[in-house]
């Protein structure tokens, strides 16, 4: 199977792009309108997969929202083929969004990444908890920033 599509967009030694033009190789697992789903050449465990949208966008903010049920739709089929042809217990569905997130290939992915149940691989984290009005605040800050239409 090939990549078929046009990027609308494309930033110049973007490997993403070039995979979705069909000018690099890769192994691609499933294609719709919007996305293409290739198998990672450095996977966490073999079946890791990239879910990657056929237009450029840095990271998921910059994702075009005529996108996301194609992403989605791609995201879903090849979590599900990894689980049946791996007999798999589970599965992690993850993105890195900016530096401080990991991101290292700055062209949205979402990474579907089989997983073990004695595979060493932990997401280690402090837990915060709020103080007394602090989450109350937070949430009206943010539902401030919300597009009209999700209040």
Known sequence: MTAAGLVKSREDSCIFCEIVAGRSPAEVLFENRHALAILDIRPIHPGHS??????????FLGLPHDYLHGLMEA?????????????????????????????????????????????????????????????????????????????
């Open 50 to 59: 990239l879910v990657i949208p056929k237009t450029h966008c840095r990271d």
């Open 75 to 151: 995201t879903q089929a090849v979590a599900a083929a990894t689980v049946r042809t791996l007999a798999l217990e589970g599965f992690n569905i993850f993105s890195k969004n900016g530096i401080v997130a990991g991101q290292s290939v700055f062209h949205f992915h979402f990474h579907v990444t089989p997983r073990y149940p004695d595979d060493q691989i932990r997401f280690e984290l402090t837990l915060k908890r709020y103080q007394d009005g602090q989450m109350q605040d937070l949430g009206r800050r943010i539902r401030q920033n919300l597009p009209d239409h999700s209040r």
